[in-house]
Each structure stands twice: as C-alpha cells, then as structure tokens.
C-alpha cells in the first residue's frame, strides 16, 4: 500500500535551533518525495522535491531509499518558519501525478 | 499572474442537499486535480482530469461524488445528498503536466470549506 507517514503532529523549537520534520514512506516503486508547505491564511505550495536537490528557504531533505525516508531539516530555524508541513508522494507506475499526503506536522518556532 | 480560484470559499447547506464546487486552473494548465481535506488530515486524492477526461477516479468515495471538466479548463466537482461525513476543506490544484519533472509542480487552490448540518 502507498503510505506517507508523519509521526509528529506538533514539532516545537526555539529560534536557532536545528528543525528536522520526519517523513517515512511506503511505496513498492519508485516514487517522487515532496514537501508541501501552509503558511497561516495562505494556500498549500511546494517547498522542495527530492529530484531538485536545492535548499529552499535554508531547507534541505534527502531522499534514502534504504531507511524510505524523507525528513526535512534546516539548522537554524527562524519565526517565519512557523508552519504546517506535509509530506507527500507521487507513485511512479502507472503515474497520474497524484500525490499521497501525510497527516502533516505543525511547526512551531518560539522567539 | 492569477493561480488556481476556488469558488465558493466557504459552503453551508443541509444533510441531504446537492452542492457544486467550482475550479478554475492557472491557464494553460492541462492536469487537474481535486483533493479533501479533513480536520486534522493531510489532503487526500478524490479524482484527477488530463484535459477534459477524468483519468483517475480511483479516490471518489463513493457514487454520490461526480466532478467534470467539459472544456478542458474549469472543473465542477458535484456532491449529491450530502452527509455530515462529507464536511471538509476541498481542494484543487493544476499542474502543467503529470509526468515527472520541474512541469509537474501542483499549484493548489485556496479551497472550499464545506459544512453540511
């Protein structure tokens, strides 16, 4: 079954601090990785995608196929990174571009 | 430029009512998709449109979900007999294409928050 897994709902640090928001996958192909950002009153956008390879905003995941993981990390997290982070797939097989979302993390980021 | 417009942004009715959910893409855009969003939830996949063919209806709930896209632009997703269960924030994103690469980054909606009583 294709299953994008988020294990923590809430995710809090301060200012400064390192930030790494897991994601594990189960997906018997080879999928595309995602991260999809919400920003309080704004619309779903993209972050970054593991075929990309950039940083986007200080942030940077990779993808490992061996741990099917793909956390998303940056070392020092600032305010405005305060957010709500999904993860997500899209299968590679018979692909439709669909994407399989996780159940997302709050991230929270005091001063 | 404009992005994905979801209209109505907010839509009250009762159990047992029909309710029509309206997309429009970013121009140009020839995949289309529709997702829900439940409380609490990550979105999750109802239908997907390639031009004007519904080319996966694989994460519709069940028979009273039905959504077209007649020209190939706006999509109207449809809910007949609306449940309580179906409340939800509903989503659509375009995309220029569905295969993998940079052109095949979703651009979402703003959504439609549905409340049926």
């Known amino acids: 079954a294709q299953r994008v897994t988020q294990p923590e709902k809430l995710l809090s640090v301060f200012k400064g601090a390192p930030v790494e928001l897991k994601c594990n996958y189960s997906?018997?192909?080879?999928?595309?990785l995602f991260w999809y950002v919400q920003y309080s009153r704004q619309r779903l956008q993209l972050l970054l995608r593991?075929?990309s390879r950039e940083s986007i905003k200080g942030f940077t995941a990779d993808l490992n196929k061996g741990e099917t993981s793909f956390h998303l990390k940056k070392p020092f997290a600032q305010e405005e990174d305060s957010a709500m982070y999904y993860c997500a797939l899209s299968g590679s097989s018979g692909n439709t571009g669909k994407l399989i979302f996780g159940q997302g993390t709050t991230l929270q980021v005091k001063p | 430029g404009a992005g994905v417009s979801q209209t109505p942004s907010n839509k009250v009715t009762e159990k047992g009512k029909y309710v029509e959910l309206r997309c429009d893409p970013i121009?140009?855009?020839?995949?289309l998709y529709w997702y829900r969003q439940s409380l609490g939830q990550g979105p999750e996949f109802l239908i997907y449109f390639q031009g004007t063919g519904a080319a996966d209806d694989s994460g519709l709930p069940n028979d009273r979900f039905f959504a077209v896209r007649p020209e190939g632009s706006v999509s109207t997703l449809k809910i007949q007999r609306t449940e309580r269960g179906d409340s939800a924030v509903y989503l659509c994103?375009?995309?220029?294409?569905?295969?993998?690469?940079?052109?095949?980054?979703?651009?979402f909606g703003p959504g439609t928050r549905l409340t049926v009583l």
């Open positions: 121009s140009g855009h020839t995949a």
């Open positions: 994103a375009s995309s220029l294409t569905r295969t993998s690469g940079r052109n095949n980054e979703q651009f």
């Open positions: 593991h075929i």
């Open positions: 997906y018997s192909g080879s999928p595309e």
